[in-house]
């Protein structure tokens, strides 16, 4: 290919990963975390045992509920399982209908339970929002409202982020079989992380295309249903996701001669041998159109959301209604649909899957952090070889170094302090939920300032062990909530909550691993780099990263 050819690519990779690196950074750093959503929840929200009614009972639970509020029979759940944060073994929730339908902010939950004497009692329930706070995090790209016109801002990342990908790939072509694997250590910084981005690019490349690509398919995707319901369904398909209108239940049905639940799901696991049910969502059960959708899980095949798929039945009489939803018996369309959402949010392969999205994220954040740092070191001023004058370094270079440090590492103790804060705010005044919010974006704000007053060098230092300091609360919370009970607070003894408090070590290890090397170079670098700690004012001129020197 023409020099000159490769020299415009590579500007459209350099200037579209700088436009959008900072918010990719936070979409993956953020989605590596969702990737594992129910730990999150897990650990977040206090444990409830002893409230589940048994699955034998739930027929007189639903009777029992409906016949207190009727108005539930629009739309309810019954769990499955017996995971000690669900609030109980019946739910609903109560939406503003002016509201946005990705819009949690203003949802209302209950639980139904059976007191002592077997009657039926309707709760509000108050479930952990923390997850979901971090997942919108991830969906659009640091901004706090999950709304249209923030999803079509991510959309537009997205886009700039598989052009920066497609550019990146065809300036490397030239030199890639020579330098895929060429991972050059020594004095010269630059050229090391150079060829580290360039080797987790290319490696991660398939990974990133399908992350690029469902992006922007998520951002536009009420438009894509619009046009494949008319073309493909008839118009008949458009309806099949929407919330159910809070229109008033039809009489002439009586839900006590419905199909028990176990029933149910004997009637969705012969239809489907290896479907694994989890919960089952009632609809309009006490009108003529009533419908259950059984959800659940098939590891051996795609499933078109996060919490898997569903086979819709009749509620009395167990009848399959519909199964284009259903992992497996999916038809080409709908699987094809469902496939940019499993891709996305590994819907598919089980736990194994999980982790390895969970790593390719972390890998993914630290791409567009790399980038931004070998575009601030591309750019450096040295000081000349016979020992003149350190140079300034160009203003535009010192705010980008420090926009990216206290952006990057913002979002890492805004989510660390936000995992913490949930739980501490739950004990200390009851509504965690309300907390979620200031906090991060109270750590976030704060991390960027302190970088444009410090400079990148000092800053990055200071903020990296604030990250190790955020991270290493979240075991150490765990830890002082089982000696102090008299804090209000829980420990979660499930795998799963254990997990959180594991990773949440690994990750101080490492980032104090990346801030006792960032102090050191930061210390004994040359002076002529942003990242020394030499007398630069900050909005003049310092900003922070993790040592990259070029010589």
């Not at 409230?51 to 639903?62: F, G, N, Q, S, Y």
């Not at 952990?128 to 706090?144: C, E, K, Y």
């Not at 049910?277 to 003529?288: D, F, I, K, N, S």
């Not at 440090?405 to 890492?412: A, E, H």
């Amino acid at each position: 290919m023409r020099s000159e050819f490769v020299r415009i690519y590579k500007a459209v990779h350099t200037w579209t990963g700088i436009v959008a690196g900072m918010a990719l950074f936070i979409a993956f750093y953020a989605g590596a975390l969702t990737v594992f959503k129910e730990p999150l929840a897990a650990w977040a929200s206090p444990p409830v045992a002893g409230r589940m009614v048994p699955l034998a009972d739930t027929p007189k639970l639903i009777a029992g509920v409906l016949a207190a509020d009727p108005a539930t029979a629009r739309d309810f759940t019954i769990h499955m399982g017996d995971a000690e944060h669900v609030p109980g073994r019946m739910g609903w929730q109560v939406r503003d209908t002016d509201a946005d339908d990705h819009d949690e902010s203003s949802v209302r939950h209950y639980v139904g339970t059976l007191d002592a004497t077997g009657q039926a009692r309707i709760e509000a329930s108050h479930p952990s929002q923390l997850a979901s706070f971090i997942d919108v995090l991830h969906r659009v790209v640091g901004l706090p409202v999950d709304s249209d016109p923030n999803r079509w801002v991510m959309g537009l990342v997205a886009a700039l982020y598989a052009l920066a990908l497609i550019s990146g790939v065809v300036v490397l072509l030239p030199s890639l079989v020579k330098d895929f694997f060429a991972l050059r250590l020594g004095k010269n910084l630059k050229r090391m992380w150079l060829d580290a981005h360039n080797v987790v690019g290319i490696v991660s490349l398939p990974f990133h295309l399908v992350m690029a690509l469902t992006a922007v398919v998520f951002a536009y995707h009420d438009g894509i249903y619009i046009v494949q319901d008319k073309f493909v369904h008839d118009g008949k398909w458009g309806t099949a996701f929407q919330r159910q209108q809070p229109a008033a239940a039809a009489p002439g049905r009586d839900p006590a001669s419905m199909l028990p639940p176990l029933e149910l799901i004997a009637r969705a696991q012969a239809f489907a041998p290896g479907f694994e049910p989890t919960a089952l969502q009632y609809q309009q059960v006490t009108g003529p159109r009533a419908v259950v959708r059984v959800w659940g899980k098939d590891a051996a095949a795609v499933s078109p959301r996060a919490r898997g798929g569903f086979a819709a039945l009749d509620p009395y009489t167990g009848k399959v209604i519909n199964s284009d939803f259903l992992p497996g018996r999916q038809s080409t369309p709908n699987l094809f649909v469902s496939s940019f959402f499993a891709l996305h949010m590994a819907a598919f392969g089980g736990t194994a899957v999980q982790w390895m999205y969970f790593l390719l994220g972390l890998a993914g954040a630290w791409l567009f952090y790399s980038g931004n740092l070998l575009w601030v070191e591309s750019r450096r001023r040295k000081r000349p070889r016979d020992g003149g004058e350190v140079p300034a370094q160009r203003r535009d270079v010192r705010l980008m170094a420090a926009a990216t440090v206290g952006v990057c590492l913002g979002c890492v103790c805004g989510i660390s302090l936000t995992i913490v804060g949930a739980k501490w705010a739950y004990a200390l005044v009851g509504d965690a939920n309300a907390w979620l919010l200031p906090v991060y974006y109270t750590t976030f704000f704060g991390c960027i300032v302190w970088a444009f007053l410090q400079g990148a060098a000092k800053a990055a230092v200071h903020l990296l062990w604030l990250a190790v300091m955020a991270a290493l609360a979240i075991p150490l919370t765990s830890g002082l909530a089982a000696v102090a009970p008299g804090l209000n607070m829980w420990v979660n003894t499930s795998l799963s909550s254990l997990g959180v408090d594991i990773t949440a070590c690994v990750g101080a290890a490492a980032l104090g691993w990346m801030a006792r090397a960032t102090a050191r170079r930061v210390r004994q670098g040359g002076a002529d780099s942003v990242w020394s700690e030499g007398p630069q004012p900050c909005l003049q001129g310092g900003v922070p990263g993790v040592g990259v020197q070029a010589k």
